[in-house]
């Protein structure tokens, strides 16, 4: 029997396991009841010094030291009491009482005693005898008594458990290993034996038997049973399986003696080869065949017996042995071959399949004598020739009706002839001509095609066009335009000029117009369909760039005005339909634009407005639109934005990235724009309306300073329809004499006489009655309508003049004011001299009122014209002086004679002492310069004394009087205006 092996480990680590908790569960005991036994020692020391009554102790401080070593000695005779000792606060031992004699003196046990306020435990050590000692501080003293307790009595107890503990733990595994011992012995016999039996079942011994008590429950006899019935049943099914695989191989056997004789006893030859062609396989007709034996035969080569190798055979079939293996299950492949044998050739049929067998293809042929075959061909051919007789007998008798026919055939060629040259002429036409032409079928099949048509789609030969139609991987008209012409050709029978768009074999687009008819025979049953496609790309190509020349600028590529216009009524269609939907137009014009085309050239000025194009297109986003409308003026069309606010947001982005520097051919260009804003309301109907109203508030912004954007408003319309209707009024007013000339009287301050007067403009409109030069004098400067307004000022003054000279007698200078249009205008010196010819008024009696803005524009050409009315003998004043640029320069540049202080520095002369300092200044200049000074605008007596206190010479202002006409202003002069003013 074998060595028990199943339990040992099991129980050696159960051993090992149980003995470190038997040490384990020792230790914690041991050390569980050492600290109970300390805790009970403590508590008894305590309980010792409450005994004590609090009385006696309090009395101790006063009592002799026999009365407290009798005291003591009277408590340590409890039991477990070693000593009791009294100490003062210096450590001194008043009394002292001992249960028995220490190994160590009482000074000793005080050594590290620290007085306190509660009881404290501490260990002495004393070699094998500890002592536990509690000083118990004493009420109302600085003493300490010191109770000693011996720990010897927890040792010995501690010593006992520990040697009780080891005996019952060697008691306890002592047990242990013999019911172990046991229970392996018990248990590892049986399965020994169970073993033992396994081993000889796989041995194939049947007979081995377990001695298993079939009366036992236990678990390895059940085991054991069940192991021997389970190999009694594997007996009985292996017998019962050798009997089934024998009778299988007898019947195999008899199968496999059929199958030989079926094989041997065929008419037809059966080989077998590899792959290589060798003959691994041959029946008996085959041997016959060949005339040879079986060792004749075999493993030779099917090539040593037919004109080919199995390699070619199974080419001329087309196929390989490995496809021949998988469609093992057809009908095989056969051919006609010859066979050689003895240096003759005989004719076979051989018949070619395929099989597999352990991974290996194998081919099986089957040859078949064919010699009676040929034989009986032969033979049928000889009785042809028989009947060829007959029928070449026959053949005479009908040649008679083959000539009555003849005639008939003569002509049929003929007019196959015709045909066939007409169709030649067709199809010479057809194959080139430049258009392309095709033919379809009654079902819309595409069946002929010219080249002209497969080069127009990128095809080399009408053949690959139509196969590509056929296959379905092109199509020549899309879809919905096919289904159309058929629908069209249906109803008309022909269609012209259809144009539809298509795509050429490597996808580009082709524009083509297409011309097709229905072909029908003489019952008016469709034939074919027949057409012609022409290639019109080029054309729609032009007309698309005409069409976008046509609506885009060509300097910018910007949609233009037109463009503009069609995508802005869009726009209000869309608000018509939907209030939601917003829409506005930004117009915007470059600020000083003509000053940079003037300076850089014109060359620079495009380059900036295709800058200007890219800023506009790169701050609105892609469904929103940009154009120009030509020169430098731009429009925004802002579409489906939430609230004006976004509008706003867009034209200040404008702004900051307009007025960013560019570098343009080397130069830094610096510019700034205008933009007028207006959001479609209900009011717009149209975009004309739209478009002016953002060009009134574009100029309403470069108006209020430029660089800057200006939302449109009522009260813009309505001065803009004002200033047009005063436009208008003031041409019809020009022919109709409405305009009419006021005179305000400057006069010396000295004398109180007027000296000159100021020729006034003023409009008796015949509806608004009379109209004040601030209302129309811009509109005039705008239009242009200023110079023929000036010049009629200016030739009414001069009569005037001429006129009081005439019938007065009287010479009085007349200042009249010239607009910056009249000033630039060439001829303005030739029309001065013409209308003082004409008048006969000197030119020393007329004045020229010029403003300090008017010289600015052009310093030199203003230094020019002034020369030259000085020479003239007109004098020449400086209006509105201290307004403009007030360089005092210019006044030793410009000939001028006269220095008029503007009317603004006068008015604040009574409030202000910086403008009294201005004045007074300006006076003084003046009068060192040898310029006479006037005074405007003088309103009150204490401007006057003011200006009387500064020597101004002249002074004007409704304090003397206001502008008046001709006829009233006749009657003040020469009379002192200073006592009127009084």
């Known amino acids: ?50 005994s004590m009554a609090l009385d006696k102790l309090q009395r101790l401080e006063s009592a002799d030291q026999k009365y407290l070593n009798e005291l003591l000695a009277k408590y340590v005779s409890l039991r477990g009491i070693d000593y009791l000792l009294l100490i003062d606060g210096t450590n001194s031992i008043r009394a002292q009482a001992f249960s028995s004699a220490l190994p160590f003196p009482a000074q000793w046990l005080i050594r590290n005693v620290t007085h306190g306020t509660s009881s404290t435990y501490s260990v002495i050590d004393g070699g094998e005898n500890d002592i536990l000692q509690l000083a118990w501080p004493l009420p109302s003293s600085t003493g300490t008594l010191l109770i000693g307790m011996s720990m010897m009595p927890i040792h010995d107890f501690l010593t006992r458990s520990l040697s009780h ?125 060949f005339s040879l034996s079986a060792e004749g035969v075999l493993l030779k080569n099917i090539s040593d017996f037919l004109d080919s190798s199995l390699e070619e055979l199974l080419t001329s079939f087309g196929t390989t042995l490995s496809e021949l293996v998988q469609h093992s299950d057809e009908y095989p492949k056969t051919a006609e071959l010859t066979l050689r044998q003895d240096g003759l050739s005989i ?120 196969d590509a139609l056929r296959s379905g991987n092109f199509t020549l008209i899309p879809p919905v335009d096919f289904d159309r012409v058929l629908q069209h050709l249906s109803q008309h029978d022909e269609l012209h000029n259809y144009e539809l768009r298509s795509h050429k074999k490597d996808g580009t687009s082709v524009w083509l117009s297409l011309n097709a008819r229905r072909v029908l025979d003489k019952d008016r049953q469709l034939l074919h369909l027949e057409g012609s496609l022409d290639d019109i790309t080029k054309r729609i190509k032009s007309e698309e760039e005409l069409r976008h020349r046509a609506f885009h600028d060509p300097l ?113 260009v610096f510019t700034s724009a205008s933009i007028g804003i207006v959001i479609v309301t209900d009011e717009y ?20 300073g430029r660089s800057r954007f200006k939302v449109f408003n009522q009260k813009m319309h309505d001065q803009a329809m004002r200033q047009l209707m005063l436009e208008t009024d003031i041409r019809h007013s020009l022919s109709a004499g409405n305009f009419e000339l006021y005179y305000q009287p400057i006069l010396a301050l000295s004398t109180g006489k007027p000296v000159a007067l100021e020729a006034l403009i003023r409009w008796n409109h015949p509806d608004m009655g009379l109209v004040l030069p601030s209302e129309f004098i811009s509109i005039a400067e705008e239009t242009g309508l200023i110079l023929p307004l000036g010049e009629w000022v200016m030739r009414e003054a001069c009569s005037q003049v001429a006129a009081w000279r005439k019938e007065f007698n009287l010479s009085i200078p007349v200042s009249i004011n010239l607009s910056a249009r009249q000033f630039l205008k060439p001829s303005l010196v030739h029309d001065v001299r013409n209308i003082l010819e004409e008048t006969g008024t000197p030119p020393s009696l007329v004045t020229f009122e010029i403003t300090e803005s008017v010289l600015m524009k052009n310093t030199s050409a203003a230094t020019e ?37 503007d009317q603004r520095f006068i008015a604040r002369l009574e409030h202000e002492k910086h403008c ?23 309103a009150t007596p204490e401007q006057a004394q003011i200006l009387a206190s500064f020597d101004c010479p002249y002074a004007q202002g409704f304090l003397y009087s206001r502008p008046l006409p001709a006829q009233q202003i006749e009657t003040l002069i020469g009379q002192p205006l200073l006592a009127r003013a009084e």
């Open 165 to 289: 503990i080891q005996a019952l733990s060697l008691i306890f595994f002592a047990i242990l290993g013999a019911a172990g011992y046991y229970l392996s012995r018990s248990v590892t016999a049986p399965i020994s034996e169970l073993i033992e039996f396994s081993h000889r079942v796989a041995n194939h011994d049947f007979t081995a038997k377990l001695n298993a008590d079939p009366t036992s429950q236990d678990e390895i006899s059940v085991l054991s049973r069940v192991a021997f019935r389970t190999v009694c049943e594997v007996k009985n099914h292996i017998v019962m399986l050798e009997k089934k695989l024998s009778a299988a191989t007898q019947e195999n056997e008899q199968s496999l003696q059929q199958l030989y004789t079926i094989v041997h006893s065929m008419p037809d030859a059966l080989i077998v080869c590899a792959q290589d062609g060798t003959i691994l396989r041959a029946n008996k007709t085959c041997l016959r065949l």
């Open 916 to 938: 009294r300092s201005i004045v007074k200044t300006l006076i003084g200049l003046a009068q060192n310069l040898g310029l006479l000074v006037v005074a405007e605008g003088v």
């Open 556 to 668: 910018t590529a910007l949609p233009n005005r037109d463009f503009f216009q069609s995508h802005l009524q869009k726009a209000l269609n869309r608000f018509q339909r939907n209030r939601e939907y917003k829409s506005a137009v930004l117009y915007l014009d470059l600020d000083r634009f003509k000053l940079i085309n003037d300076s850089l050239g014109h060359s620079t000025g495009d380059q900036l407005l295709r800058h200007t194009s890219s800023i506009l297109q790169n701050c609105v986003r892609n469904m929103d639109t940009v154009a120009r409308f030509g020169g430098d003026e731009f429009a925004v069309l802002l579409e489906g934005f939430h609230a004006p606010r976004e509008c706003i947001t867009v034209a200040k982005r404008i702004l900051k990235e307009i007025e960013k520097p560019v570098v343009i051919d080397g130069c830094e």
């Open 347 to 466: 004719p076979i049929s051989l018949s070619m399949n395929a099989v597999m067998r352990k991974d290996e293809n194998y081919c099986i042929l089957i040859l078949r004598d064919i010699s009676d075959c040929k034989l009986m061909e032969t033979q049928l051919r000889e009785i042809g020739q028989k009947l060829e007789l007959r029928v070449a007998d026959r053949t005479e008798r009908l040649e008679h009706v083959i000539a009555q026919l003849r005639a008939e055939m003569e002509e049929r060629k003929r007019v196959e002839q015709a045909l066939r040259a007409a169709e030649a002429d067709y199809r010479s036409i057809f194959e080139n001509t430049i258009e392309g032409i095709f033919r379809m079928s009654d079902d819309g099949h595409f069946t002929d095609a010219n080249p002209a048509l497969a080069k127009m789609f990128g095809f080399e030969q009408p053949r690959e066009i139509l």
């Open 865 to 901: 014209m002034l020369n030259l009315f000085k020479k003239m003998g007109i004098t020449i004043s400086m209006d509105d002086f201290g307004t403009g640029y007030s360089s005092f320069t210019y006044l030793t540049s410009f000939p001028i004679d006269i220095l008029k202080i």
């Open 685 to 704: 109907c149209s975009p004309d309306a739209v478009l002016r109203d953002a060009d009134t508030a574009m100029y309403r912004a470069k108006e209020m």
């Open 1 to 50: 029997m074998n060595k028990p092996r199943l339990f040992t480990r099991i129980f050696l680590l159960l051993l090992i396991g149980m003995g470190i908790w038997v040490i384990v569960l020792s230790s914690y005991t041991l050390w569980r009841e050492k600290n109970r036994q300390i805790i009970s020692l403590q508590e008894k020391g305590l309980l010792l010094a409450q």
